[in-house]
């Protein structure tokens, strides 16, 4: 019995020396878990931020890690404060001389603050110097944190990144050309009507900045750089006129255009239509002469006088009147007579 209690003893105890070591690793890997978080494609001369992230740490006060990655690929530009929980961590960058594709951080907490959470321990910029299919990994290594009690703290397993530079044209190629858009135009109607001498304004909003050629009759008459709105102001002659504001992007050569059609009418045949024929009135002191009325007989042909134009009678100069000569009445008549008789008496004598 005490042989087969004694391999029993045995057997318990190489059992739980098994037991201990299979579950050692996973007790050690139950430290702060510490990743990269990268884009994984950026553009060729672009820059580009990485952030340190950790979770569920309890106290933390402290920290020192470094950072590896392809100098000929990606260049650091700086190092930035990280925030758990919404508690900022102050971070400096230190960069070792003796290799450019490697640098230590170190954040840490003024006093013996402690902080508990999730969140950043720092944030490092990049700028990419390499060209299109370059790639760089990005490791973190040679971690330690240190709580409140200047106590360490555990570190589980560390997660690195890749990035991978692709070429700028590419991006842009997929961004959607807009086609400027004409939003707003006055005068609203398309065709307009004026006189000569009247002036006209023209006005041309768009939803984004563009050039703009004010034409007439295919003619050009102003241009507008870089607006988005813009006017123009004519007066024109007599006739039919096609009034063309032209809108282009420069960048993207896009153009829109919108047109009037312009009427002037003449400015003397609207006078004309509205005037009426004045009435001719008398210069003062003159008096109008009637024009005479007169009975034609069957014996005699009456010629109507000729109405006199009125003239002003000078002042200096009194004109005298022409006298009238008397018709030949009954005297001459007893005159004729007498004479007839005396030459038949002369003649009865003989």
Sequence with gaps: MNKRGNGRVYGLVIATLLL????????????????????????????????????????????KFDLSFDSSVVDVISVTEGNVDGTAIP??????????????????????????????????SFEVVGGKR?????EISNVELVDNAAEFIAVGKLRGTEINVVDV????????????????????????????????????????????????????????????????????????????????????????????????AAESAEASEGSQTPTPTLTSGVTQTPTPKATPSSSQTVKSTPTAKPTSTPKSKETAPTPTSKTPGFDAIFAIAAISAIAYALRRRR
């Excluded at 304004?201 to 003619?219: A, L, M, R, Y």
């Design 91 to 124: 971070a400096e960058m230190f960069p070792d001389d003796d290799d450019d594709g490697h640098i230590t951080v170190i954040a840490a907490m003024s006093g013996i603050t402690g902080v508990s959470g999730s969140g950043d321990l720092a944030k490092v």
């Design 169 to 264: 044209v590419e991006e842009e190629e997929s961004e959607e050309e807009q086609l400027p858009t004409i939003t707003a135009w006055v005068p609203t109607e398309e065709a307009i009507n004026s006189t000569e001498g009247e002036s006209i304004t023209f006005e041309i909003s768009v939803d984004q900045e563009v050039d703009i050629s004010w034409q007439i009759n295919d003619t050009e008459v102003q241009q507008d750089e870089g607006v988005t709105k813009a006017e123009y102001t004519k007066s024109a002659v007599a006739g039919t006129w096609n009034v063309s504001a032209i809108v282009t992007n420069t960048e993207t050569d896009l153009s829109g255009m919108h047109i009037w059609i312009w009427s002037v």
């Design 134 to 138: 370059d790639r760089s990994e990005l």
């Design 20 to 63: 201990a070591l299979i579950f050692t690793p996973v007790i050690a890997a139950r430290g702060v878990e510490l990743r990269v978080n990268a884009p994984e494609e950026v553009a060729e001369g672009c820059t580009f931020e990485v952030s340190i992230a950790l979770e569920g740490i309890d106290d933390l006060n402290g920290a």
